[in-house]
């Protein structure tokens, strides 16, 4: 039944935001690589457009990576560190061939000392991360330790916080 199966979506959901949250709170010896897109953005409208335009603005899409591992600071102690990379993409098509070159271009832009750190990836479950191309490509990368995908309708990740500072500058910059 339909509430069966929502039940066990809840629960699943309720389940996988914990190990995020545990995983973010505390990497190991890992890089939690969080990776996930905003679709069809649009940019801003200009102050006198009429409404008749927004169709003919320019679409895009961001990926947004959000890198977390720990690094010893200046006194010696853990510390768990953020760093982001936003890719702007001028098309709102992302196939399993695009998806797989912007992850070659994440993977020789890793932040500076994580470069032997073994990868925890989580990925929205999006079809442009669930193909084969890329399935396959992170099976068999060497220091991927694991793939998660979130559950559909996930709520917002690490990489969803970003989006909203990202479109709020394109906004002023136009």
């Known amino acids: ?24 709170e505390d990497p190991g010896s890992a890089l939690v690589v969080t990776v996930d897109y905003k679709e069809k953005g649009c940019l801003p409208m200009l102050p006198k457009e009429p409404n008749s335009h927004f169709y003919q603005r320019g679409k895009f899409s961001l990926l947004g990576v959000v890198f977390t591992f720990k690094r010893k600071d200046e006194k010696g102690r853990d510390c768990v560190i953020t760093e982001h ?16 070159q912007i992850w070659e271009l994440i993977t020789d832009n890793l932040p500076v000392g994580t ?48 989006f909203g500072v990202v479109s709020q500058a394109l906004s002023r910059r136009s």
Not at 1 to 24: C, M, P, T, W
Request: hydrophobic share 40%.
């Open 85 to 100: 990379l936003d890719i702007v993409l001028p098309t709102t098509n992302q196939d399993a061939q695009a998806t797989y």
């Open 1 to 24: 039944s339909y509430l069966v199966d929502y039940e066990a979506h809840r629960a699943e959901f309720k389940r996988q935001k914990k190990h995020y949250a545990l995983n973010l």
């Open 115 to 162: 470069e032997t750190m073994p990868l925890i990836i989580w990925a929205d479950a999006g079809t442009h991360f669930q193909n084969q191309v890329m399935i396959t490509r992170w099976l068999t990368h060497e220091r991927i330790q694991q793939v998660n995908f979130f559950c559909g309708r996930h709520g917002k990740s690490a990489c969803d916080r970003l």
